[in-house]
């Protein structure tokens, strides 16, 4: 059999433990290329025209290996921590891929849990059974592929930079350099140094979090304002560029809360989608380096970095 991954959505953060449980089970795994400019047309060509970026560049990864593979991953996932959710585009993800592309193989449609590896594991228990239904196969797999993803570190934390700044967005925003048009290279060539999420342990985030008058209910808005005032608060940054898709929801609230706490601290909104020109992108992120470097020159404000 030939299982078909495409490298789309959360692929780059949880790509061993999808690669590592689809090898177990003796699969031959069909990746879909890195995210270029025919993959998002098929995409915008296919989607739905309200879609997200992310989710246009998904079904063109799909549309890109559909007629080479037996069974095509579509991941429906629904929880990553407990009593939090992501966004409610991957609960529908399986249905819009096959009301959407034609002529689309079987595809993956149980619902997947990773707030603990109990339910994690019975996800997998599901997906598995479309390959094989050998429980203890699949449990081996299971094991396999759930400690290469523990061992797997993402996410960048640069430390020899004269000045740093958190980038913050949902992770196929971030580590998509098709999307987002290899933002953190441009950072480093400006002398910028970048920190993610990654780095700032569920511990320091949950403090900032419980700070606000409400529990966030979605995974990456929790994520995204505890990193942000962490690390604000702590003065390890001198600037925050947060990139979100154009008409994305939880972005548009989860901005509104960081804008709320920033006061007069440096803050680069970058938004994308499928027209987003990579000659005003350079020119915003060119102007916000010059800020941060008068911002420490004139002010003296430089944060510690510790």
Known sequence: MKVGIPKGLLYYKYFPFIKSFYNSLGVEIITSPDTNKSILNEG?????????????????????????????????????????????????????????????????????STSTKKELYISCI???????????????????AYHNQ????????????????????????LYDKFINMDVVKKLNMLGIGVITEEHVTDEFIDEEVSRLFKKPFWTFARNSYGFASYLMKNK?????????????????????????????????????????????????????????????NIEGNIPSHG
């Open 126 to 144: 599901d997906i598995g059974s479309l390959i094989t239904k050998d429980k203890i196969r699949i449990n081996e797999a299971f094991e396999i």
């Open 150 to 173: 523990l061992a797997f570190k993402s996410g960048y934390n640069h430390q020899s930079y004269k000045r740093k700044i958190a980038l913050i967005g949902h992770p196929y925003n």
């Open 44 to 112: 915008v060509k296919y989607a739905i025209d309200e879609a997200c970026l992310p989710i246009k560049v998904f079904h063109g990864h799909v549309a890109s290996i559909k007629d080479k593979c037996d069974l095509m991953v579509i991941p429906r996932i629904m929880t990553l921590r407990p009593k939090e959710y992501i966004c409610p585009k991957f609960c529908g993800l399986p249905e819009m891929i096959v009301n959407s592309i034609p002529n689309m193989p079987p595809v993956t449609t149980a619902p997947i």
């Open 236 to 296: 390890k940054i001198d600037g925050i560029v947060y990139i979100s898709s154009f008409a994305c929801g939880i972005d548009s609230v989860v901005i509104e809360l960081i804008k709320d706490n920033t006061e007069n601290f440096p803050f680069l909104l970058l938004k994308i989608d499928e027209q987003t020109g990579e000659a005003g992108f350079d020119t915003r992120i060119e102007a916000f380096a010059d800020m941060l470097e008068r911002r420490n």
